[in-house]
């Protein structure tokens, strides 16, 4: 992730990515695009350094809307960039024309999870894969007839002749994956990316294509971006993995140590997360609560701290973990339990602004102090979940009650052994700073 | 097992296309005990979702069913439109696959219990209907601040959540869900199956479990039904079938899925048949790599083996049915692979 951290720097680099983002803008209300205004950003792919080396096949995993798809698309300028760059074989692509981009095209090719959508059902096999031969003026009829044929045949749908003439309608989901395949590769390509390309697959056929991808890796020198949410599927095929978590590689490292030393606290769930056919398995309860958050407005500090079991002082703690802690406690409590709290704690909408302080006003009727009891009783009730370590001060004044939480600090990719992980508890001076703020202010202090 | 909350005999879904007849459920008996799991796993195309359907009588326009599906002593095959309708949500739930479709965009969380709630429990007072609504809701996680909100307003994992608790709402005493998380993200998925695989404590509820994955299944199911071309291959305790699968179906799929702990890869020739034209006799011996010439001449007979478990395969026998000659491997054409997926 870092640039001095990769020792690959050279020859053997197909694709470099240094500081990528992709930011997508939110379109507002119709008044607010009449006027000019921003409605935000989208903040899909959010800082991302990192190369894809020749020959090698490299996972993307990620959960939906953690900017996975988004990356591998501005790889092959589908997507423009926001900022950042991604040289292809050294030549810059986020600065390229459409034209420049279309000749770069025969070069790298994309394979999408949906095959049923990605053929065009009026069209033949055969014409479906000679189609970017004629798109790039490839060859006369008959050398892009042999093409073909022979094409089909790599890919397993042999003999061809007994193909060319069906339409998608008449394949299996198998077979009509090997037809996008093959159109993928009838231009001899460097580098595909496959974006889950087994995923809408039967289980039973799964490996026949994750095979068929391996087999043409060696036979063609494919280089491999493997986009997928299933890190079993990447177990088998890729050599590195990059876990992605809102936009940003949160571990980036050889296969074999993402799966037997997992770092960061987001790749260990992921791991316990997977369905296992072990009869002795039951449902994994010990897993992180909540969804990937909205892009649009990340939380601060790590993205991942409000799901993480172990965040501490420096994760990030905000207004917005106080409303989830709330939330989470009324979900489960008596509807008269819950309303008598409710009215203490008044208007919550002060928590939807993301700040790492916030005065909060008491319900009509009802002071700070009673703000900063009920709170406090919160906390007795569980005194080590992760949220308490962030909160720094917690104070009443009449009406209202002060909470501040300590300053957050964005973690930053650092090397640990043979992997790159972006987490604070593998931040020495993140661990320090944590401890001195720990001696500043334990215990809490609540003042009433 | 418990006593049945539903037994399924001989249940048949044939449905009409362009293209022929599909025999989507082929004689299919199954009995779903009372606060039990029960997987339904299977490839696409199999028949596991009509059968789901089939089950709480919501067939498609032009299906026609046959057989008995009989929940409290009545037979729910035949049964008036609308007599069913009054025992779909307080005795038989669904949950689909993907919430969004199912939710209606311009109707609040709220308004969808009121509806639901004043539609089969018209006793309720109001502040009953909210009390309900809210304890339900907040057993899925789903917060009272958020009671007024509109489905767009939520995540996919919520409004499944939301999903859930307004079929569990109604208190049923099945309920049918039809892959209820393949929408979802993993770590999610395991929320999701968290819950369902406790509403017998949180609800008393049998719930019909149906999924492609096997995985699923193991972790969240106390029985599993394995189905393959319209019929079950399979069914018993899920620990032991997984344990030692007595199908070959079932074994060669446990094979290929991928899981963290797959050394090595593995696919079962061919691709499921489609059911206009099913291959006849055991309708898995083209695929099967046990296969015994009786496979492809007779159909196979049920037998029951150890612990209750039901298989639908000639490895098991009845000997005594069994020609002479038909224990011999099938002598076959090899599967091309153009024949594969």
Same mark, same amino acid.
């Given at each position: 992730?870092?640039?001095?951290?990769?020792?690959?720097?050279?020859?053997?680099?197909?694709?470099?990515?240094?500081?990528?983002?992709?930011?997508?803008?939110?379109?507002?209300?119709?008044?607010?695009?009449?006027? $000019?205004?921003?409605?935000?950003?989208?903040?899909?792919?959010?800082?991302?350094?990192?190369?894809?080396?020749?020959?090698?096949?490299? #996972?993307?995993? *990620?959960?939906?809307?953690?900017?996975?798809?988004?990356?591998?698309?501005?790889?092959?300028?589908?997507?423009?960039?926001?900022?950042?760059?991604?040289?292809?074989? #050294?030549?810059?692509?986020? @600065?390229?024309?459409? +034209?420049?981009?279309?000749? &770069?095209?025969?070069?790298?090719?994309?394979?999408?999870?949906?095959?049923?959508?990605?053929?065009?059902?009026?069209?033949?096999?055969?014409?479906?894969?000679?189609?970017?031969?004629?798109?790039?003026?490839?060859?006369?009829?008959?050398?892009?007839?042999?093409?073909?044929?022979?094409?089909?045949?790599?890919? $397993?749908?042999?003999?061809?002749?007994?193909?060319?003439?069906?339409?998608?309608?008449?394949?299996? #989901?198998?077979?009509?994956?090997?037809?996008?395949?093959?159109?993928?590769?009838?231009?001899?390509?460097?580098?595909?990316?496959?974006?889950?390309?087994?995923?809408?697959?039967?289980?039973?056929? +799964?490996?026949?294509?994750?095979?068929?991808? &391996?087999?043409?890796?060696?036979?063609?020198?494919?280089?491999?971006?493997?986009?997928?949410?299933?890190?079993?599927?990447?177990?088998?095929?890729?050599?590195?993995?990059?876990?992605?978590?809102?936009?940003?590689?949160?571990?980036? $490292?050889?296969?074999?140590?993402?799966?037997?030393? =997992?770092?960061?606290?987001?790749?260990?769930?992921?791991? +316990?997360?997977?369905?296992?056919?072990?009869? @002795? @398995?039951?449902?994994?309860?010990?897993? =992180?609560?909540?969804?990937?958050?909205?892009?649009?407005?990340? =939380?601060?500090?790590?993205?991942?701290?409000?799901?993480?079991?172990?965040?501490?002082?420096?994760? $990030?703690?905000?207004? +917005?973990?106080?409303?989830?802690?709330?939330?989470?406690?009324?979900?489960?409590?008596?509807?008269?339990?819950?309303?008598?709290?409710?009215?203490?704690? *008044?208007?919550?909408?002060?928590?939807d602004e993301p700040a790492a302080h916030v005065r909060l006003k008491a319900g009509s009727g009802h002071s700070g102090a009673e703000i900063v009891a009920l709170l406090d009783s919160i906390r007795q009730a569980s005194p080590d979940a992760p949220f308490w370590k962030g909160v720094k001060r917690i104070n009443a004044e009449g009406d209202h009650a002060d909470v501040e939480w300590h300053e957050p600090i964005a973690p930053r990719p650092l090397d640990h052994g043979t992997t790159t992980v972006e987490c604070h508890l593998y931040d020495e001076d993140a661990l320090a700073e944590a401890e001195r703020r720990r001696a500043e202010t334990a215990p809490v202090a609540v003042e009433r | 097992m418990a006593a049945p909350v539903?037994?399924?005999?001989?249940?048949?879904?044939?449905?009409?296309?362009?293209?022929?007849?599909?025999?989507?459920?082929?004689?299919?008996?199954?009995?779903?005990?009372?606060?039990?799991?029960?997987?339904?796993?299977?490839?696409?195309?199999?028949?596991?979702?009509?059968?789901?359907?089939?089950?709480?009588?919501?067939?498609?326009?032009? /299906?026609?069913?046959?057989?008995?599906?009989?929940?409290?002593?009545?037979?729910?095959?035949?049964?008036?439109?609308?007599?069913?309708?009054?025992?779909?949500?307080?005795?038989?739930?669904?949950?689909?696959?993907?919430?969004?479709?199912?939710?209606?965009?311009?109707?609040?969380?709220?308004?969808?219990?009121?509806?639901?709630?004043?539609?089969?429990?018209?006793?309720?007072?109001?502040?009953?209907?909210?009390?309900?609504?809210?304890?339900?809701?907040?057993?899925?996680?789903?917060?009272?601040?958020?009671?007024?909100?509109?489905?767009?307003?939520?995540?996919?994992?919520?409004?499944?959540?939301?999903?859930?608790?307004?079929?569990?709402?109604?208190?049923?005493?099945?309920?049918?869900?039809?892959?209820?998380?393949?929408?979802?993200?993993?770590?999610?998925?395991?929320?999701?199956?968290?819950?369902?695989?406790?509403?017998?404590?949180?609800?008393?509820?049998?719930?019909?479990?149906?999924?492609?994955?096997?995985?699923?299944?193991?972790?969240?199911?106390?029985?599993?039904?394995?189905?393959?071309?319209?019929?079950?291959?399979?069914?018993?305790?899920?620990?032991?079938?997984?344990?030692?699968?007595?199908?070959?179906?079932?074994?060669?799929?446990?094979?290929?899925?991928?899981?963290?702990?797959? /050394?090595?890869?593995?696919?079962?020739?061919?691709?499921?048949?489609?059911?206009?034209? !099913?291959?006849?006799?055991?309708?898995?011996?083209?695929?099967?790599?046990?296969?015994?010439?009786?496979?492809?001449?007779?159909?196979?007979?049920?037998?029951?083996?150890?612990?209750?478990?039901?298989?639908?395969?000639?490895?098991?026998?009845?000997?005594?049915?069994?020609?002479?000659?038909?224990? /011999? !491997?099938?002598?076959?054409?090899?599967?091309?692979?153009?024949?594969?997926?």
């Amino acid at each position: 992730m870092g640039e001095a951290a990769d020792p690959h720097d050279g020859p053997d680099v197909l694709v470099s990515i240094r500081g990528l983002k992709t930011y997508y803008s939110i379109r507002g209300s119709f008044f607010a695009r009449l006027l $000019g205004r921003e409605a935000g950003h989208v903040r899909a792919v959010d800082d991302v350094s990192l190369d894809l080396r020749r020959g090698e096949v490299l #996972g993307l995993v *990620g959960e939906s809307g953690s900017g996975k798809t988004t990356l591998g698309r501005t790889i092959l300028g589908l997507v423009s960039a926001s900022e950042g760059s991604v040289e292809f074989e #050294g030549r810059e692509i986020t @600065r390229m024309s459409e +034209r420049q981009l279309r000749a &770069l095209r025969r070069e790298m090719q994309i394979v999408f999870q949906d095959p049923h959508a990605s053929l065009n059902p009026a069209m033949t096999v055969a014409q479906l894969v000679e189609h970017p031969l004629q798109i790039h003026g490839i060859g006369t009829r008959n050398e892009r007839h042999t093409r073909v044929a022979e094409t089909l045949g790599i890919v $397993g749908l042999s003999p061809p002749e007994q193909f060319m003439d069906k339409y998608p309608s008449d394949l299996s #989901g198998g077979q009509k994956q090997r037809v996008v395949i093959a159109r993928a590769i009838i231009l001899n390509p460097v580098l595909l990316v496959a974006d889950e390309p087994v995923s809408m697959l039967d289980m039973s056929v +799964r490996a026949k294509i994750l095979e068929l991808m &391996l087999y043409l890796r060696s036979e063609l020198n494919l280089t491999y971006l493997y986009i997928t949410h299933d890190l079993a599927t990447a177990k088998f095929f890729c050599d590195r993995i990059a876990i992605l978590y809102l936009g940003r590689v949160v571990e980036i $490292g050889p296969s074999e140590s993402i799966y037997a030393d =997992p770092k960061h606290p987001y790749t260990k769930a992921l791991l +316990r997360a997977i369905p296992d056919p072990d009869p @002795r @398995r039951t449902v994994p309860r010990d897993l =992180p609560p909540g969804e990937v958050p909205d892009a649009a407005r990340p =939380p601060l500090g790590c993205s991942f701290h409000p799901r993480c079991p172990l965040a501490f002082e420096v994760c $990030g703690w905000e207004t +917005r973990d106080l409303r989830d802690l709330l939330e989470t406690r009324w979900a489960l409590q008596a509807q008269e339990l819950y309303e008598a709290e409710q009215s203490v704690m *008044g208007d919550l909408t002060a928590l939807d602004e993301p700040a790492a302080h916030v005065r909060l006003k008491a319900g009509s009727g009802h002071s700070g102090a009673e703000i900063v009891a009920l709170l406090d009783s919160i906390r007795q009730a569980s005194p080590d979940a992760p949220f308490w370590k962030g909160v720094k001060r917690i104070n009443a004044e009449g009406d209202h009650a002060d909470v501040e939480w300590h300053e957050p600090i964005a973690p930053r990719p650092l090397d640990h052994g043979t992997t790159t992980v972006e987490c604070h508890l593998y931040d020495e001076d993140a661990l320090a700073e944590a401890e001195r703020r720990r001696a500043e202010t334990a215990p809490v202090a609540v003042e009433r | 097992m418990a006593a049945p909350v539903v037994s399924v005999r001989d249940l048949r879904v044939y449905y009409g296309t362009p293209r022929g007849t599909v025999r989507a459920v082929d004689r299919v008996s199954l009995d779903i005990g009372e606060g039990e799991v029960l997987g339904l796993v299977g490839e696409s195309g199999c028949g596991k979702s009509t059968l789901g359907r089939g089950i709480l009588g919501l067939l498609p326009e032009g /299906a026609v069913s046959d057989g008995e599906v009989i929940y409290g002593g009545r037979n729910l095959v035949g049964m008036a439109p609308k007599e069913l309708r009054r025992l779909r949500g307080p005795d038989l739930g669904l949950i689909f696959q993907e919430p969004m479709t199912r939710l209606n965009p311009l109707m609040r969380v709220e308004d969808h219990f009121r509806e639901t709630l004043e539609q089969h429990e018209t006793k309720l007072t109001d502040r009953e209907v909210r009390a309900r609504s809210l304890e339900t809701l907040g057993q899925m996680g789903i917060p009272p601040t958020r009671f007024r909100q509109y489905p767009h307003e939520f995540s996919g994992g919520m409004r499944q959540r939301i999903m859930i608790a307004l079929a569990l709402v109604l208190r049923p005493k099945l309920l049918v869900a039809d892959e209820p998380t393949t929408s979802l993200d993993v770590i999610v998925e395991a929320q999701i199956l968290g819950i369902l695989s406790d509403l017998r404590r949180s609800f008393g509820t049998a719930l019909l479990l149906i999924t492609h994955n096997l995985g699923i299944v193991a972790e969240a199911c106390d029985r599993v039904a394995v189905m393959y071309a319209g019929k079950i291959a399979e069914e018993g305790d899920a620990r032991d079938v997984f344990g030692d699968p007595a199908h070959p179906y079932t074994r060669e799929l446990l094979r290929s899925t991928i899981s963290l702990e797959t /050394a090595e890869l593995h696919s079962i020739p061919g691709a499921p048949p489609n059911l206009i034209d !099913p291959p006849r006799a055991c309708r898995f011996h083209p695929r099967c790599p046990s296969a015994m010439a009786v496979c492809a001449d007779r159909d196979p007979v049920e037998q029951r083996i150890d612990g209750g478990r039901r298989v639908l395969c000639w490895l098991h026998g009845p000997e005594e049915l069994i020609p002479d000659g038909g224990g /011999a !491997p099938l002598e076959r054409e090899e599967i091309a692979v153009a024949e594969e997926a």
